[in-house]
């Protein structure tokens, strides 16, 4: 079955990086584009980055460009997402998402989530 | 502030029709499809409507999606106690090159 497993969180200081993973199974990663999407305690959703199928053309939410960067290796079927100058504001359950193809980038399949707390 | 404008809440009892407004611009809604998740507390959300109203076969037809112009509204039938959830309309902005995500709507079964 799909499956997307969210992994790297945790508790980090103001200004330090942190790398989140996203392992994929049970369907053709390579013909997916990826997105991160967070959540803040208590506020809605939020979509951070996106990354083609092929790798070749990144997007990114203002309030993170130039600071996370999204990639993903074929190779593991793996979805990244590099944090750095880690903001409190950055605070959030972070989740990856796939794309289909032609589903109007439709998330149909979501991680569990994992939590990135940013404080001193 | 969001983008896409979302009623924060909305309520129905059981066996009612509710309906979930949202709304956007040329950029977004206009020119491109919607697609609407569910979110239940503590966990991920779930895809629930895709190009404005197609649904995953895993979803019950009581879920039904509509678009004209630049709004959209997700319809549900036959309310149930389970639907309880926030319910958040997407949509791919060309101007920002960003998907754009509603701020949400509560729903609550009375």
């Known amino acids: 079955q799909v499956q997307l497993v969210d992994s790297g969180g945790g508790v980090v200081q103001p200004g330090r990086s942190l790398k989140l993973s996203c392992a994929a199974s049970?369907?053709?990663?390579?013909?997916?584009?990826m997105h991160w999407v967070r959540q803040a305690p208590g506020k809605g959703l939020e979509w951070v980055a996106f990354?083609?199928?092929?790798?070749?053309?990144?997007y990114y939410a203002d309030s993170v460009k130039g600071r996370f960067t999204i990639s993903r290796d074929s190779s593991k079927n793996t979805l990244y997402l590099q944090m750095n100058s880690l903001r409190v504001e950055d605070t959030a359950v972070y989740y990856c998402?796939?794309?289909?193809?032609?589903?109007?980038?439709?998330?149909?399949?979501w991680g569990q989530g994992t939590l990135v707390t940013v404080s001193s | 502030q969001s983008v896409l404008t979302q009623p924060p809440s909305a309520s129905g009892t059981p066996g009612q029709r509710v309906y979930i407004s949202c709304s956007g611009s040329s950029s977004n809604i206009g020119t491109n499809t919607v697609n609407w998740y569910q979110n239940l507390p503590g966990t991920a959300p779930k895809l629930l409507i895709y190009k404005d109203s197609q649904r995953p076969s895993r979803v019950p037809d009581r879920f039904s999606g509509s678009k004209s112009g630049t709004s959209a509204s997700l319809a549900i039938s036959g309310l149930q106690s389970e639907d309880e959830a926030d319910y958040y309309c997407a949509a791919w902005d060309g101007s920002l090159n960003s998907v754009v995500f509603g701020g949400g709507t509560k729903l609550t079964v009375l």
């Open positions: 998402a796939g794309d289909p193809p032609q589903s109007g980038y439709a998330f149909d399949n």
């Open positions: 990354i083609w199928a092929d790798g070749n053309n990144k």
């Open positions: 049970g369907f053709n990663f390579n013909s997916y584009g």
